[in-house]
């Protein structure tokens, strides 16, 4: 299907005026970029996926805090991103995680958003189905079908789509309620608050393998020996929980149960597989008719599921990073390092695949003849967040280090959003859209140093468009930066495990470390539960030994007196303490009945 192309190719609109015809295969790319870092001695391509956006107007049904509620995408793109307007209503926190139902490839059930995003204004189709249904979408976004994935604009009348069925239909059958088994253990048990002096099984088995006793040896000497009671070592139920991982109540092996804090047993079982599933069904087209120019919104979710429903309808969200991923994986990957020649290769997965922007800022001055790849880097190249530190320092570090001979790989979700001063060190730009990655490169021999304005481009389309009221799609040609076209390829089955591996390695590690950030010359900003949690630990350390030291070591946090007081009380109960207020003895000045 593709031809493999000589060095004409690397700016084939120099060489013929059909280069709209052009097709570059992955190895043509990757071959074009590495001749290009010998002359530039840096190299920056910027990936963005317009995989397609949906109206304002579309409904979204999201899960905060175990409550459902609709939205129109329009309405929760301000409440996600605390642009909402200050009324006397209780404002919309937006620390709470958010879910959205998404299709895991068997049935449909809640799945984390990453964010909400605003697209801009595009031309947008409306799609009805059979059953009522109906979505306004741009003509390339995917809707899930019978046969899989479909642009809107490929699909047709009497073709079947995916609906939701969000409201579970009654069950006849009576169900039972899986409750823990309770023995009675007598009085000689601390924590035997239930009716009978009785305490669950699955704790009873867990304390007696941390006494290391037999467990009917434990029965027997809570029953009977109350003198060796006093040597046991209790679990107190208000400081820890005993978790059954596999959620089986009954199934009580030493190696199925976990000692956890009520916290984070709390945020075990506020998992999305824990809420009611939808079993998927299928609607035929009815029509698809042109609506016009619209404000547009998307919506990205967190692996491994890049789709989430509206209107009951089961649609695609951007993505791109497998596009990056073949050039990474297939290519830079086996490229020896030509710079150092120290036998190492240009694309090192576990150092050079960056999420966090400070890691970013740090090796893109540390490393030398190397491919990294900044997958979701919207927050270190914003042009919203101009005035970040993090996107200042990447900048300068751009502008005063040109000659690392580094490839610098940016997937971002919507191109109008990329820092126009970043633009100036951009060499080619990837729009995937329509199914497509278009390429777009700098022009050589423009003065000024402004690289590869997007933003120019993106005026000349919507210029089109107005001079051609009838027309949807703009043609590529009309741009003179324009290169080709390359196929958006699936990364293969290995690769996409490869690639979900290192995601979830970036992840697991959260935010970096205070040794990371000194590292990487990042100010260490402290969250109010670690601010808090230290002044426990000095507490119970006799550092603090009175309520105004403990109150003055809460000074960093940048809060409400109000709120300080809420946050440091909900630990100080996790701890099974009293609240502030009580918990130290005016007189003598120590901790009160904490341990």
């Known amino acids: 299907m593709f031809k493999h192309y000589s060095k004409k190719t690397i700016f084939?609109?120099?060489?013929?005026?059909?280069?709209?015809?052009?097709?570059?295969?992955?190895?043509?790319?990757?071959k074009s970029l590495t001749d290009r870092l010998r002359i530039e001695k840096d190299v920056m391509v910027l990936i963005t996926g317009d995989t397609g956006c949906i109206s304002g107007d579309t409904e979204i049904r999201i899960n905060k805090n175990k409550s459902t509620k609709k939205y129109k995408i329009k309405d929760l793109y301000l409440k996600a991103n605390g642009l909402e307007k200050k009324t006397k209503r209780k404002p919309f926190n937006i620390n709470d995680p958010l879910f959205i139902r998404s299709f895991n490839n068997k049935n449909i059930k809640l799945h984390k958003i990453r964010e909400v995003l605003f697209s801009g204004k595009k031309i947008v189709y409306e799609l009805k189905l059979v059953n009522g249904l109906s979505i306004k979408a741009t003509p390339e976004h995917k809707i899930m079908t019978r046969d899989g994935w479909v642009e809107l604009y490929s699909l047709k009348k009497g073709?079947?789509?995916?609906?939701?069925?969000?409201?579970?239909?009654?069950?006849?059958?009576?169900?039972?309620?899986?409750?823990?088994?309770?023995?009675s253990v007598g009085k000689n048990h601390p924590y035997n608050i239930q009716p009978n002096h009785q305490i669950e099984v699955h704790r009873l088995i867990y304390e007696a393998k941390i006494n290391k006793l037999e467990f009917?040896?434990?029965?027997?000497?809570?029953?009977?020996?109350?003198?060796?009671?006093?040597?046991?070592?209790?679990?107190?139920?208000?400081?820890?929980?005993?978790?059954?991982?596999?959620?089986?109540?009954?199934?009580?092996?030493?190696?199925?149960?976990?000692?956890m804090k009520p916290s984070e047993h709390k945020l075990r079982h506020n998992n999305y597989s824990?809420?009611?599933?939808?079993?998927?069904?299928?609607?035929?087209?009815?029509?698809?008719?042109?609506?016009?120019?619209?404000?547009?919104?998307?919506i990205s979710c967190e692996d491994p599921y890049h789709n989430f429903v509206a209107n009951n309808i089961i649609i695609k969200n951007s993505g791109k990073s497998h596009f990056t991923g073949t050039l990474c994986f297939k290519h830079a990957e086996k490229e020896d390092n030509f710079i150092l020649n120290d036998g190492t290769k240009m694309f090192l997965p576990e150092e050079n695949f960056i999420i966090s922007p400070e890691e970013f800022a740090y090796k893109m001055i540390t490393k030398e003849g190397q491919v990294l790849w900044g997958d979701e880097f919207r927050r270190g190249a914003n042009r919203r967040d101009w005035y970040s530190p993090i996107n200042k320092a990447i900048l300068d570090r751009k502008n005063s280090n040109r000659k690392l001979f580094n490839i610098y790989f940016l997937c971002m979700?919507?191109?109008?959003?990329?820092?126009?001063?970043?633009?100036?060190?951009?060499?080619?730009w990837i729009w995937v859209r329509r199914g497509v990655g278009e390429v777009y490169v700098k022009r050589s021999g423009v003065k000024g140093g402004r690289g590869l304005d997007i933003q120019i481009i993106l005026e000349r389309e919507a210029k089109w468009l107005k001079e051609n009221p009838k027309k949807t799609i703009v043609p590529p040609i009309i741009h003179p930066e324009y290169c080709g076209r390359i196929a958006f390829a699936k990364l293969t089955a290995g690769l996409e495990r490869r690639y979900k591996a290192l995601v979830q390695e970036k992840k697991a590690t959260g935010e970096l470390t205070d040794e990371e950030k000194i590292k990487y010359g990042i100010k260490i900003e402290k969250t109010p539960k670690q601010i808090v949690n230290e002044s426990i630990e000095k507490i119970k350390s006799s550092e603090i030994k009175?309520?105004?030291?403990?109150?003055?070591?809460?000074?960093?946090?940048?809060?409400?007196?109000?709120?300080?007081?809420?946050?440091?009380?909900?630990?100080?109960?996790?701890?099974?303490?009293?609240?502030?207020?009580?918990?130290?003895n005016k007189k003598k000045l120590e901790v009160k009945d904490i341990w």
């Open 12 to 30: 084939p609109h120099r060489y013929s005026k059909f280069f709209y015809d052009y097709w570059w295969t992955h190895t043509a790319l990757w």
């Open 159 to 183: 073709n079947l789509v995916m609906c939701d069925t969000p409201n579970s239909e009654p069950l006849n059958r009576k169900r039972i309620k899986l409750r823990d088994i309770s023995l």
């Open 216 to 259: 009917l040896e434990y029965l027997d000497i809570l029953l009977n020996e109350s003198k060796k009671c006093k040597n046991l070592i209790f679990i107190d139920p208000k400081k820890y929980v005993i978790h059954h991982i596999d959620g089986n109540h009954y199934n009580n092996k030493l190696d199925n149960l976990e000692k």
């Open 274 to 298: 824990n809420f009611s599933q939808g079993e998927p069904k299928f609607s035929e087209v009815k029509s698809i008719t042109i609506v016009g120019e619209e404000d547009t919104y998307d």
């Open 413 to 428: 979700p919507f191109e109008s959003e990329f820092d126009p001063k970043l633009a100036v060190h951009l060499h080619m």
């Open 546 to 584: 009175d309520r105004r030291e403990l109150w003055n070591s809460l000074e960093e946090i940048n809060d409400t007196d109000e709120k300080k007081l809420k946050i440091l009380n909900f630990y100080l109960r996790l701890e099974g303490w009293d609240t502030f207020n009580k918990l130290f």
